[in-house]
């Protein structure tokens, strides 16, 4: 199982991206997708969690600004992120659950910056 990330970048305050990560190897579905972010000097944190099935679940201080969807077709996961600020500046990784094994992508950079 290999996870692909794509989409960061450097973006203004208030700009938006879209973070996408295609996993590959998969033969069956995938349970569990979801982003986390990692700053300078800080632990990794949740952002947001889609299930197979069921609804997803966003961390506090993003739920209204970060969208996570996923495309189970294409074995995809996105992150659409809006209204960026500084703070949110990290690199983010997603991560898959698949048969009882979570799998790590090799993290995507967002810089939010004038």
């Known amino acids: 199982v290999q996870l692909v990330e794509s989409g960061g970048g450097l973006v203004q305050p208030g700009g938006s991206l879209t973070l996408s990560c295609a996993a590959s190897?998969?033969?069956?579905?995938?349970?569990?997708m979801a982003w986390y972010r990692q700053a300078p000097g800080q632990q990794r944190d949740e952002v947001a969690t889609i299930p197979r099935l069921g609804t997803t679940t966003n961390e506090d201080s993003v739920k209204d600004r970060f969208n996570i969807s996923r495309d189970n077709s294409e074995n995809t996961v996105y992150l659409k992120v809006d209204r960026l600020k500084p703070e949110d500046t990290a690199v983010y990784y997603c991560h898959i659950s698949y048969h009882d094994v979570g799998y790590w992508g090799q993290g995507t950079q967002v810089t939010v910056s004038l």
């Open positions: 190897g998969i033969a069956f579905n995938i349970e569990d």
